[in-house]
């Protein structure tokens, strides 16, 4: 038997701050044009483990067209004004506060809850978290849903958004602490 040493794993880098030249471009945050016909805005505030805000978080979106659609062609950084490319990102500033231009997403299969997908980035985290926004109406299809059903009830909270009085929808990232936002593990 040889001797063998044991091996120290080094610390992964955080995946922040960002800096303003490297991943924005331009109407990052637009997945169609304000305004468009059926657009919405999806907005929120990423907050640290003692509540305060995150001033350099990134986040990223995917999701489905209004008709449960996934585009499938290439182009999802080319910004037209008028095509739904289904990719946004936003940062945040000082505030904490991220938002986009989007639409409500379809089901993308019959009777399932629709979602939006969410890539966050900030500082501190050696990995992007992923989790998922779901739209508040539909509650059949929400109780269904498989994600959602296998969390405590407290738990599937923090991934509902709310509905806003104009339409939009407001939903907020906690990265730790009471009211941690669920985050998903891909294998």
Known sequence: MSNQTKLTPTPGQTVGPFFGYALPYEKDRELLAPGSPGSIRLQGTVYDGSGATVPDAILEIWQPDSDGKVV?????????????????RSSVGNSGIYTFTTVNPGPTEERAAPFIAVAIFARGLTNRLFSRIYLPENEEALAKDPLLS??????RKTLIARRDADGGLTWDV???GEGETVFLDFQ
């Open 72 to 88: 499938d062609r290439t182009g999802s950084l080319v910004r037209d004004g008028y095509t739904f490319t289904g990719f946004g």
């Open 150 to 155: 296998s969390l405590d009830p407290e738990r």
């Open 174 to 176: 906690r990265l730790q």
